[in-house]
Nanobody, 126 residues
Framework: QVQLQESGPGLVKPSQTLSLTCTVS??????????WSWIRQSPGKGLECMGA???????FYSPPLKSRTSISRDTSKNQVTLQLSSVTPEDTAVYYC??????????????????WGQGTQGTVSS
């Protein structure tokens, strides 16, 4: 069973960069045909996919966030990372790492075939 665990600083200041790591166990970030996605949920809003990296290393970004988002992976550590730059309080959300055979985009929902981490709170405040 694949397990995903998000980690990172819970609090960052406006204009800084939010950096999160997803550590994967029970599976490999290079296993076909899986996509590894970062999703967030702001208070009172639905799930928003920020972007994903494929088993081949191809990267996909949500257009509204593309200029501020960077997704990468470390295959030696079996980790996927997210960096969101120039954050504002509107970026306050629970951030999830998930894997699926489907490429998530935009507003998304959980599917039975997905594997999700438990999420980590990211708060932007001075």
């Amino acid at each position: 069973q694949v397990q995903l665990q998000e980690s990172g600083p819970g609090l960052v200041k406006p204009s800084q960069t939010l950096s999160l790591t997803c550590t994967v166990s029970g599976g490999s970030v290079t296993a076909a045909p899986y996509y590894w996605s970062w999703i967030r949920q702001s208070p009172g809003k639905g799930l928003e996919c920020m972007g994903a990296i494929s088993w081949r290393g191809s990267i996909f970004y949500s257009p509204p966030l593309k200029s501020r988002t960077s997704i990468s992976r470390d295959t030696s550590k079996n980790q996927v990372t997210l960096q969101l730059s120039s954050v504002t309080p509107e970026d306050t959300a629970v951030y999830y790492c998930a894997t699926s055979k489907r490429l998530m985009a935009g507003a998304t929902t959980r599917k039975l075939d997905d594997y999700w981490g438990q999420g980590t709170q990211g708060t932007v405040s001075s």
